[in-house]
Nanobody, 123 residues
Framework: QVQLVESGGGLVQAGGSLRLSCAAS????????MGWFRQAPGKEREFVAA????????GYADSVKGRFTISRDNAKNTVYLQMNSLKPEDTAVYYC????????????????WGQGTQVTVSS
């Protein structure tokens, strides 16, 4: 089992920045690919960003490319999502997830999920 705890969400004005963190419970964190997903009210959960176990491979949804950066610190069992130039359409609950099957941008391939953290961007 891997427990994931997100933090760093909040209310920010359009154009502002937030950094989300996701702390994992297991020392084998470095063997998991990690991803960030989000779900806005009335919408399906969507892919935001992913990173492989070493951090050398990353991927982003087109809607956040150039504004968001995913990174990880395996020594701290933590993955981050730096969000810059935030827009009202970025408002959602953000979830981190862990995949034992390697890098993926598909939610159904992730084994473990955090409880989510709310990000609200005001216009």
């Amino acid at each position: 089992q891997v427990q994931l705890v997100e933090s760093g969400g909040g209310l920010v004005q359009a154009g502002g920045s937030l950094r989300l963190s996701c702390a994992a419970s297991r020392r084998t964190f470095s063997s998991y690919a990690m991803g960030w997903f989000r779900q806005a009210p009335g919408k399906e959960r969507e892919f935001v960003a992913a990173i492989n176990w070493s951090g050398r491979t990353t991927g982003y949804a087109d809607s956040v490319k150039g504004r968001f950066t995913i990174s990880r610190d395996n020594a701290k069992n933590t993955v981050y999502l730096q969000m810059n130039s935030l827009k009202p359409e970025d408002t959602a609950v953000y979830y981190c997830a862990a995949s034992s099957g390697g890098y993926s941008e598909r939610a159904r391939t992730y084994d473990y999920w955090g409880q989510g953290t709310q990000v609200t961007v005001s216009s």
